[in-house]
């Protein structure tokens, strides 16, 4: 497939925007248990506002992607049968959630509801944390799903492919947490880059399982089954066209055996390999900088992997754009 | 239940073009699916929406090699899953006729239909934004003011060796329901479960045997005996007399 920005940027932000939202609630529960110390409200709203962005940014990038961007609102309508659909209708309702999280804890907003029987108290602000979980895990359920469910992109014809979009996203929006903890809330830093240490060791397994399946992969579709003629040896002589088509355009990415190889490892290295030494070296030596320079350099190692995710796909239609002529 | 279909012959299919031709032409100029812009038209890279697309493939090695030309439009599967992806519901198929359609006016063109559909027979239309695919001239074949002759789909029309049929594959006695049967006829992909309704008919070898009793009459009762020296072939025979 033909790797476009807009979906490599919507996917990428929206996974660190959900990724840190996640973090943030994770505090948040950890802290109404009296697990960690209760933290100042500015780190959650500031950490909200930063999900906001990068929410909305990767909003605005999807936006990009559409023929008709002002018809888009219909896309809301079909979520009975598409993915595509529920993740129209997830977003905006995830990121109202975001948004009157953060508001709760800007304005200090925050009445009690009820108490657990353990004696830990409900607030707005737990109920808002817990919508907002289900619609992030909810969110990137939809994201996955509308690349896993197209059954003849067998790369991505996987649950892991969810637990990629689960895992990628969850490491870069632990890891932006953890950077901006250093500078709000030093306390629950150390937490937070151990949680981006683990879930980006996970999301290095789950990326290296699917690399290793997806090589495996044998065409279900052959030129013989294509075409319905059963001979050993054919071979495209035109395609019908000598200027390119959509078909052509859309589903191949136009880049090199070898530059695909580099990309593979490139994001290999500054997705996952960097960032677990950065967070390591951070964690060990309390430094904020390490830990934001983990962050940036995920984030790009992250666009370089959704570029391959799509390159990777290989579409059964490409067997009939082979030779121009 | 009714769905419409095309059998393309590849036996006959002579790699013309003219059904790519004709579909452009009435698409472009209908009221309902046109226009279908091209850029570039008369520049280097000339390159379009078609409906329609007719390839050409080299089957064997040289020199024992077959040409086939192979046409190529949405085959209007009857599990089509282009259909429940599309998030806009503009995707749509007919129930009474089976056609799938595109709502232009509905489609926000995010292409998540293209890449559900293996055969890659959709086409966004980089002019009006939109999804474009055959809709096996629906705005003809309903069409009560042409005569029923006209009432086909333009590429069957054009067809100047009759290799495209069209109608009714669910109707058992239909003249494109007998040729998938009786001609081997044959879905593409069939490892998908896609069910397309467009049915192609295989290459057949295509021999006329005749034996020498058939070029000369062994039952001419003048020669049946030999009691006569067999006549030139020149000479008239019995029936060369008696049939005037
Ligand atoms: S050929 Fe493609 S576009 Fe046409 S109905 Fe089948 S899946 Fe859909
Ligand atoms: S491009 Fe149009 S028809 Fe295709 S899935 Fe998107 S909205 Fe539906």
Redesign the interface.
């Known amino acids: 497939?033909h790797p476009a920005f807009s979906v490599v940027f919507l996917t990428t932000l929206i996974g660190a925007g959900q990724g840190l939202f996640l973090a943030l609630f994770t505090v948040e529960s950890y802290a109404a248990f009296g697990l960690l110390p209760l933290q100042s409200d500015s780190f959650y709203a500031v950490g909200s506002g930063v999900a906001l962005i990068l929410l909305v940014l990767g909003l605005v990038a999807s936006f990009f992607?559409?023929?008709?961007?002002e018809?888009?609102w219909?896309?809301?309508?079909?979520w009975r049968?598409?993915?595509?659909?529920r993740e129209?209708i997830v977003l905006p309702a995830f990121m109202g959630t975001v948004f009157f999280y953060g508001v709760a804890h800007w304005t200090g907003f925050n009445p009690e509801l009820a108490e657990l029987p353990s004696g830990a108290p409900v607030n707005i602000t737990a109920v808002l944390g817990t919508i907002g979980t289900v619609l992030a895990f909810a969110l990137y359920i939809c994201t996955g799903m509308?690349y896993a469910?197209?059954?003849?992109?067998r790369e991505w014809h996987t649950p892991l492919t969810v637990i990629n979009y689960i895992l990628l996203g969850g490491a870069s929006g632990f890891t932006l947490a953890a950077a901006l903890a250093a500078v709000e809330a030093p306390a629950v830093m150390p937490v937070l880059a151990g949680w981006a240490l683990i879930i980006t060791a996970l999301g290095l397994v789950g990326r290296v399982a699917t690399l290793i399946r997806n090589a495996r992969l044998k065409p279900?579709?052959t030129?013989q089954?294509?075409?319905?003629?059963k001979?050993p040896?054919?071979?495209?002589?035109?395609?019908?066209?000598?200027?390119?088509?959509?078909?052509t355009r859309?589903?191949f990415h136009g880049a090199s055996a070898a530059m695909l190889r580099s990309i593979k490892w490139m994001f290999l290295v500054t997705a996952f390999v960097v960032p677990l030494m950065l967070l390591g070296m951070g964690l060990s030596q309390s430094a904020g900088g390490l830990i934001a320079l983990a962050f940036f350099i995920q984030y790009l190692g992250l666009l370089a992997e959704r570029w391959f995710f799509f390159a990777q796909a290989n579409?059964?239609?490409?067997l009939?754009?082979q030779s121009v002529? | 239940m009714t769905q419409l279909a095309l059998v393309i012959d590849l036996n006959v299919c002579v790699g013309c073009?003219a059904c790519?031709t004709n579909c452009k032409e009435w698409n472009t100029s209908s009221p309902t699916a046109g226009p279908m812009v091209d850029q570039?038209p008369y520049g280097?890279?000339?390159?379009?929406?078609?409906f329609n697309?007719?390839?050409?493939?080299?089957?064997?090695?040289f020199p024992n090699t077959e040409?086939?030309h192979?046409p190529?439009s949405c085959l209007h599967c009857e599990e089509p899953?282009c259909?429940?992806?599309?998030?806009?519901?503009?995707s749509y198929k007919r129930k009474e006729d089976g056609i799938v359609l595109v709502d232009y006016d509905?489609?926000?063109?995010?292409?998540?239909c293209?890449?559900?559909?293996?055969?890659?027979a959709?086409?966004?239309d980089?002019h009006?934004?939109?999804m474009k695919k055959c809709t096996l001239c629906v705005d003809r074949i309903y069409d009560t003011t042409m005569t029923a002759e006209e009432r086909r789909p333009a590429c069957v029309r054009a067809c100047p060796t009759s290799a495209r049929l069209f109608g009714d594959i669910h109707d058992p006695d239909s003249e494109v329901s007998r040729a998938i049967r009786e001609n081997g006829g044959?879905?593409?992909?069939?490892?998908?479960g896609t069910s397309p309704a467009n049915h192609?008919l295989?290459?057949r070898k295509t021999k006329l045997r005749i034996r020498e009793d058939e070029l000369e009459r062994a039952d001419n009762p003048l020669k049946i005996d030999q009691q006569l020296p067999k006549p030139g072939k020149a000479e008239p025979s019995l029936d060369d007399v008696t049939s005037w």
């Not at chain 1, 469910?149 to 992109?153: E, I, P, Q, S, V």
């Not at chain 1, 040896?233 to 078909?247: C, H, L, S």
């Not at chain 2, 697309?53 to 090695?61: D, I, K």
Request: aromatic fraction near 12%.
């Open positions: 497939m992607h559409l023929g008709r961007p018809r888009a219909r896309a809301a309508t079909q049968t598409s993915w595509l659909s129209v509308i469910c197209l059954r003849f992109l279900k579709s030129l089954s294509a075409i319905g003629i001979h040896k054919i071979v495209q002589k035109t395609m019908g066209m000598m200027g390119g088509a959509f078909n859309e589903f579409h059964p239609q490409n009939y754009y002529a | 073009h790519v570039n280097k890279d000339p390159t379009g929406t078609f697309r007719v390839q050409t493939f080299e089957v064997g090695e040409t086939v192979f190529k899953p259909v429940p992806v599309c998030p806009t519901g503009a509905k489609c926000i063109g995010c292409k998540y293209s890449w559900a559909c293996p055969y890659g959709r086409e966004i980089e009006q934004k939109v044959y879905p593409l992909m069939p490892e998908w192609y295989p290459r």
